[in-house]
């Protein structure tokens, strides 16, 4: 089968990049590998590219993704409307670190269904595995350059968020991407996965704890209330749960789970969840989140919202049980 790129957004793209000397690269908050993987690797490419250019890639960093390379610190007022080009996420309200950013217009490369997010140009595609691979199909097919890092970074994120190309969100045109990625940037791919799957022996009690204390009700919906004390006591940063959901994809008493983790200092809660049936993302975009179907999350304020949250993705796992019966 023939692999069709859609080459005239992706010459819009890369035009767009082209006419901007300063550009702004942000992504959603609570970032994942391939959030941040995406980022990174786009804002290489276009410094590789176009050196005189100021890029920036902004947010809050995550320790344990440092390894990708760092963020960029920018004073906002010394720049002069750039580009904004947001990554791997649908709404405005999800966008981390561009407060009192004043910019020229948006470019939107997601693939999340679309929101509220507006780009001049803008490329979503729900059927894609991954934000990195949309920009490895970018650099790929346009005059972007690539170097090791950008190409480590890529398949990083594509593997991350495709669950090692086993979730639904994996296609015939996830394993085309990266087939040409490997071939361009012959990298060593399988020492990579020490870095998604290496952790420290604390993290795996943390596991332990989340498994034991992993509540699961009449609906096959689950949940645990993760606070500030037990990140501590575990010594796991705030992004860990998140990223550790995905370890809970092939539990037959599971429909749908859910990690609260007490963000102490927001004043919030930060929500996962995930799905091996019932469509959560609609669910979660009533209490300020949004995503995919089958994988999304949210940010809450109170525990009552929490609790009424639970309820309602249990609601939905009861609704899907009577329906398959």
């Given at each position: 089968m023939?692999?069709?790129?859609?080459?005239?957004?992706?010459?819009?793209?890369?035009?767009?990049?082209?006419?901007?000397?300063?550009?702004?690269?942000?992504?959603?908050?609570?970032?994942?590998?391939d959030?941040?993987?995406?980022?990174?690797?786009?804002?290489?490419?276009?410094?590789?590219?176009?050196?005189?250019?100021k890029?920036?890639?902004?947010?809050?960093g995550?320790?344990?993704?440092?390894?990708?390379?760092?963020?960029?610190?920018?004073d906002?007022?010394?720049?002069?409307?750039p580009?904004?080009?947001?990554?791997?996420?649908?709404?405005?309200?999800?966008?981390?670190?561009i407060?009192?950013?004043?910019?020229?217009?948006?470019?939107?490369?997601?693939?999340?269904?679309?929101?509220?997010?507006?780009?001049?140009?803008?490329?979503?595609?729900?059927?894609?595995?991954?934000?990195?691979?949309m920009?490895?199909?970018?650099?790929?097919?346009?005059r972007?350059?690539?170097?090791?890092?950008?190409?480590?970074?890529?398949?990083?994120?594509?593997?991350?968020?495709?669950?090692?190309?086993?979730?639904?969100?994996?296609?015939?045109?996830?394993?085309?991407?990266?087939?040409?990625?490997?071939?361009?940037?012959?990298?060593?791919?399988?020492?990579?996965?020490?870095?998604?799957?290496?952790?420290?022996?604390?993290?795996?009690?943390?596991?332990?704890?989340?498994?034991?204390?992993l509540?699961?009700?009449?609906?096959?919906?689950?949940?645990?209330?993760?606070?500030d004390?037990?990140?501590?006591?575990?010594?796991?940063?705030?992004?860990?749960?998140?990223?550790?959901?995905?370890?809970?994809?092939?539990?037959?008493?599971?429909?749908?789970?859910?990690?609260?983790?007490?963000?102490?200092?927001?004043?919030?809660y930060?929500?996962?969840?995930?799905?091996?049936?019932?469509?959560?993302?609609?669910?979660?975009?009533?209490?300020?989140?949004?995503?995919?179907k089958?994988?999304?999350?949210?940010?809450?304020?109170?525990?009552?919202?929490?609790?009424n949250?639970?309820?309602?993705?249990?609601?939905?796992?009861?609704?899907?049980?009577?329906?398959?019966?």
């Amino acid at each position: 089968m023939i692999i069709i790129i859609n080459k005239s957004i992706l010459n819009k793209i890369y035009k767009t990049i082209k006419k901007y000397d300063e550009i702004v690269i942000a992504r959603h908050v609570g970032p994942d590998p391939d959030a941040v993987a995406s980022q990174i690797a786009l804002r290489d490419s276009i410094l590789l590219t176009f050196p005189s250019k100021k890029v920036y890639a902004v947010g809050l960093g995550v320790s344990k993704f440092k390894t990708y390379g760092l963020l960029d610190h920018v004073d906002y007022s010394t720049l002069n409307n750039p580009l904004l080009i947001v990554l791997d996420v649908p709404n405005m309200a999800r966008i981390d670190g561009i407060e009192n950013l004043q910019y020229q217009e948006i470019l939107k490369i997601d693939h999340h269904p679309k929101e509220d997010i507006k780009g001049v140009v803008e490329w979503v595609d729900e059927k894609k595995s991954s934000t990195c691979q949309m920009v490895c199909e970018l650099i790929l097919n346009t005059r972007l350059k690539l170097n090791t890092k950008i190409a480590e970074n890529l398949f990083l994120g594509i593997v991350s968020d495709s669950e090692r190309f086993s979730l639904k969100n994996t296609t015939y045109e996830t394993f085309d991407t990266v087939k040409n990625l490997l071939k361009v940037s012959k990298i060593d791919f399988t020492s990579l996965y020490d870095i998604l799957y290496t952790r420290p022996f604390i993290e795996y009690k943390f596991i332990a704890f989340i498994t034991n204390n992993l509540v699961i009700d009449e609906n096959k919906m689950g949940y645990i209330k993760i606070s500030d004390k037990d990140l501590k006591e575990y010594n796991v940063d705030l992004a860990t749960p998140s990223n550790l959901i995905n370890n809970y994809n092939f539990i037959n008493e599971l429909l749908v789970w859910t990690f609260i983790t007490e963000d102490v200092k927001n004043k919030q809660y930060k929500i996962s969840i995930r799905s091996r049936g019932p469509i959560i993302n609609k669910i979660a975009s009533n209490y300020n989140g949004g995503g995919h179907k089958f994988a999304c999350g949210a940010r809450i304020n109170t525990m009552e919202e929490v609790d009424n949250l639970l309820k309602d993705l249990s609601k939905a796992c009861k609704f899907y049980e009577n329906k398959e019966l």
